[in-house]
């Protein structure tokens, strides 16, 4: 296990609001890449248990709670889901990535995703995500 800083910028390119997120967390090396287990506070109720999977040409984010869902990430692949918003509601989810970089180094991971979003059938817009892991 190593100790590392965790920090995801999530951003949406048409409206200029990124969401940036860092955390301290512990990663593991595994053969399917680099595995990582956060939790992320939406609300002072809402906790989601995430695990986070960088592998060489993939990424996977895993969240289990009320609110959130999976989201896989390879290039110019579809992925096809649910997402869980807030009040129980359970939308149909697609994820079309456009680009995936991911560049691993002795100090830790950085991967550059950008992906167009759908919810219930409908396009959400481009959506971009910057995931930096910097070992501790």
Do not use: W
């Not at 956060?38 to 248990?49: A, M, Q």
């Amino acid at each position: 296990m190593k100790q590392a800083k965790l920090t995801i910028i999530t951003k949406q390119p048409e409206t200029n609001e990124d969401m940036t997120f860092t955390t301290r967390t512990e990663c593991m090396e595994t053969n399917e890449g680099l595995k990582i287990n956060y939790e992320e506070n939406l609300s002072e109720e809402d906790v989601v248990n995430t695990q986070l999977l960088i592998g060489d040409d993939t990424v996977m984010v895993q969240r289990q709670g009320d609110v959130g869902g999976n989201m896989f990430f390879k290039k110019t692949t579809t992925y096809e889901t649910h997402y869980n918003a807030m009040g129980g509601i359970s939308l149909d989810m697609k994820i079309f990535t456009t680009n995936l970089d991911i560049s691993k180094h002795e100090n830790g991971v950085f991967a550059k995703i950008d992906y167009q979003l759908f919810l219930a059938g409908s396009s959400v817009g481009k959506m971009g995500m910057d995931i930096k892991v910097e070992y501790i």
